[in-house]
């Protein structure tokens, strides 16, 4: 047997375009082509104003540490505590769940509010996920 | 709704609280169930509604042996139990039906005969926060509560006192499963569960359950029990996944529910005798007193490290010990509204003299939803 692993995603055909981005490097968003409303997570319309007029575009992969927790126990499969399961605020507006890497998982180094910038790690040939670093200065 | 046009005439917990390893989940269900009954003085064939949560409500009734002409099976976690009061006052109102039967249990210690949660791996919560190490409750819950705590000053030491003081009410509970005295030490040296939130910061794993039973104001008054009434219900939904919330600085779902039923009820903060807010984790009590208005969401923390709401203060807030150290068998909802009528009959172990109006303030699946109960024994 294999080592427990870590929750894969299985896109849908509403979520499909975000993980053919990250598999290209991307971190892609939503805008609304009435109101101008960016948003996340995905669906082929517009949650603000309910247009179906939007369309996928390249995010800057910048944002900042909204909030988080240091998981200790019980960890999830794939994972060993202590990790952070963070939450970051894109510059765009949106916010989404994420894990901080190249970073010690402690307090003192995860400050509210530090830069951070995407990164992607591949999982297998299907799924990559969007991680986020301390950006550099 | 009008006040004061239902009541709840039943209304009864489990046999047993804490670990009940000789009853399966559905049996808790019934065990609560024929307490309410007996405590209203029916019988199973005066129920004509009936509403439940994790298990179906057609189960439920066929295990009770009920045919009822009036059905809710709303689950939105661990406020249902709220929902199904404020749907069932609404039912009775409208002439849906006369005797309401609302059950809650959970072998969430023993683990015997309970549903299997699970989260598919093309849900939005599957793709879009469970790859990244989100495992139950105590991993999710928490995540907004460095942003909260940063944004208004709010201090660990504040949160600590939480526990600390919920666990002087349990002191009073012979039923508490917690009941030895906890200080502010005991609570910021406890096990990391997940940071910044300690073993003692979390809420108990229990069996349990309990059943309300409610029917119309006009024939509560023919009841053996003094009758409760509903003065005023509230209910919102947000988001299931914790990390779409609106702002993590308070909770769009009590900014709903908790408002609707102040303004229905007709009554302002300083009318509330009694208050029960969900506590799953420590710093619901802050998110509730600040979202129903007590307070602004700056002064929370003190008000209660001041010691505002512990037995002799003047906002009694979760007097049975709470989910931090009476009981929680996963969906508390129910124990709070326990709480909230005996407090209301005046049978409550550590019962707030001469209380008149007591506030029941409920959250599920994280925060994805929320329901106020606002009780009063006054008609």
Same mark, same amino acid.
């Given at each position: 047997m294999a080592e427990p692993a870590r929750a894969k995603p299985k896109p849908t055909p509403e979520t499909q375009h975000f993980w053919d981005g990250t598999q290209a490097g991307e971190l892609r968003l939503q805008r609304c082509g009435a109101c101008a409303n960016v948003y996340f997570p995905p669906r082929p319309f517009c949650p603000s104003c309910a247009s179906r007029k939007?369309?996928?575009?390249?995010?800057?992969?910048?944002?900042?540490?909204?909030?988080?927790?240091?998981?200790h126990r019980p960890a999830a499969p794939g994972f060993t505590p202590p990790y952070a399961i963070a939450v970051v605020e894109l510059d765009e507006g949106p916010r989404m769940m994420s894990n901080i890497i190249d970073c010690p998982? !402690?307090?003192? &180094?995860?400050?509210?509010?530090?830069?951070?910038?995407?990164?992607?790690?591949?999982?297998? #040939?299907?799924?990559?996920?969007?991680? @986020?670093?301390? &950006?550099k200065a | 709704m009008r006040r004061?046009?239902?009541?709840?005439?039943?209304?009864?917990? $489990?046999?047993? =609280?804490?670990?009940?390893?000789n009853m399966s989940q559905i049996q808790l269900h019934a065990d609560?169930?024929? +307490?309410?009954? &007996?405590?209203?003085?029916?019988? =199973?064939?005066?129920? #004509?509604?009936?509403? !439940?949560?994790v298990e179906t409500p057609q189960q439920i009734a066929h295990y009770l042996g009920i045919t009822p002409t *009036?059905? #809710?099976? $709303?689950?939105?976690g661990g406020c249902s139990f709220m929902l199904h009061v404020r749907h069932a006052a609404a039912a009775i109102e409208a002439g849906l039906c006369k005797t309401v039967l609302i059950t809650h249990a959970e072998s969430g210690k023993s683990m015997i005969g309970k549903l299997p949660r699970s989260i598919p791996a093309d849900s939005l919560q599957g793709q879009f926060e469970a790859p990244f190490g989100v495992y139950g409750p105590p991993s999710m819950f928490p995540i907004p509560v460095l942003r909260y705590m940063k944004t208004y000053g709010i201090t660990h030491e504040q949160i600590a006192m939480v526990a600390v003081v919920?666990?002087? *009410?349990? &002191?009073?509970?012979?039923?508490?499963?917690?009941?030895?005295?906890?200080?502010?030490?005991?609570?910021?040296?406890?096990?990391m569960i997940a940071y910044p939130f300690r073993l003692l910061q979390c809420c108990l794993v229990t069996d349990g359950g309990g059943a309300l039973i409610l029917t119309s104001a006009d024939r509560a008054k023919d009841f053996p029990r003094k009758p409760v009434y509903i003065l005023g219900t509230g209910e919102s939904v947000e988001t299931p996944m914790v990390s779409q919330m609106? !702002? @993590?600085?308070?909770?769009?779902?009590?900014?709903?529910?908790?408002?609707?039923?102040?303004?229905?009820?007709g009554i302002t903060h300083k009318d509330v005798d009694h208050l029960m807010i969900y506590d799953a984790f420590a710093h619901l009590p802050l998110y509730g007193l600040g979202d129903l208005g007590f307070m602004?969401?700056?002064? $929370?923390?003190?008000?209660?490290? #001041?010691? +505002?709401?512990?037995?002799?203060?003047?906002?009694? =807030?979760? !007097?049975?010990?709470?989910?931090?150290?009476?009981?929680?068998?996963?969906?508390?909802?129910?124990?709070? =509204?326990?709480?909230?009528?005996?407090?209301?009959r005046g049978i409550a172990p550590a019962q707030v003299k001469d209380a008149k109006i007591s506030v029941c303030h409920g959250v599920g699946g994280m925060f994805a939803a929320s329901g106020t109960i606002i009780f009063t024994n006054e008609k």
């Open positions: 939007v369309s996928v575009f390249k995010a800057s992969g910048k944002g900042k540490l909204y909030s988080y927790v240091i998981n998982q !402690t307090p003192e &180094a995860l400050e509210l509010d530090m830069k951070l910038e995407v990164a992607f790690e591949k999982l297998d #040939d299907k799924i990559t996920l969007p991680m @986020f670093r301390p &950006a | 004061n046009q239902v009541a709840v005439v039943g209304a009864a917990e $489990t046999t047993e =609280l804490g670990v009940i390893p609560a169930a024929l +307490n309410a009954i &007996a405590d209203a003085g029916l019988k =199973l064939s005066d129920i #004509d509604g009936i509403a !439940t949560a *009036w059905v #809710d099976g $709303t689950s939105v919920q666990r002087e *009410w349990a &002191a009073k509970n012979p039923r508490a499963t917690m009941k030895d005295p906890i200080t502010i030490a005991d609570v910021l040296n406890s096990r609106e !702002t @993590f600085n308070s909770s769009r779902a009590f900014k709903v529910a908790g408002p609707t039923a102040f303004k229905e009820a602004p969401h700056e002064e $929370t923390g003190r008000f209660i490290a #001041d010691g +505002n709401t512990r037995p002799g203060g003047k906002l009694p =807030l979760n !007097t049975n010990g709470g989910g931090l150290s009476y009981m929680h068998s996963g969906m508390y909802g129910m124990y709070a =509204l326990q709480e909230s009528v005996r407090q209301m």
